[in-house]
Nanobody, 127 residues
């Protein structure tokens, strides 16, 4: 079992930056791929980005490529999401996730899975 707690959300103007953090409990953090999903009002939850257990592999949604960067620190049980050049359409609740079934993000059928979820943090980008 993994518990995930996000922080760092807030209100920012378009073109600005935010960094989200996700602190994980437990001693098995380095066994999981970690990721971020988001859900905008009235829309379905969508995949944003994932990072493999050792940070060696990352997968990004096309909508955030070149603007968002994911990183992890296994010594601190923490994953980060640096978001630059933010747009109003990035407004959403952002959820941290852990994926135990494909920790290396090897397979298209499993790399987008999420077995554990945080409670979410709101990101609002004003135009």
């Amino acid at each position: 079992q993994v518990q995930l707690v996000e922080s760092g959300g807030g209100l920012v103007q378009a073109g600005g930056s935010l960094r989200l953090s996700c602190a994980a409990s437990g001693r098995t953090f380095s066994s999981y791929a970690m990721g971020w999903f988001r859900q905008a009002p009235g829309k379905e939850r969508e995949f944003v980005v994932a990072i493999s257990w050792n940070g060696g592999n990352t997968v990004y949604a096309d909508s955030v490529k070149g603007r968002f960067t994911i990183a992890r620190d296994n010594a601190k049980n923490t994953v980060y999401l640096q978001m630059n050049s933010l747009k109003p359409e990035d407004t959403a609740v952002y959820y941290c996730t852990a994926n135990r079934r494909d920790p290396s993000l090897l397979f298209t059928t499993t790399r987008y899975l999420a077995d554990y979820w945080g409670q979410g943090t709101q990101v609002t980008v004003s135009s």
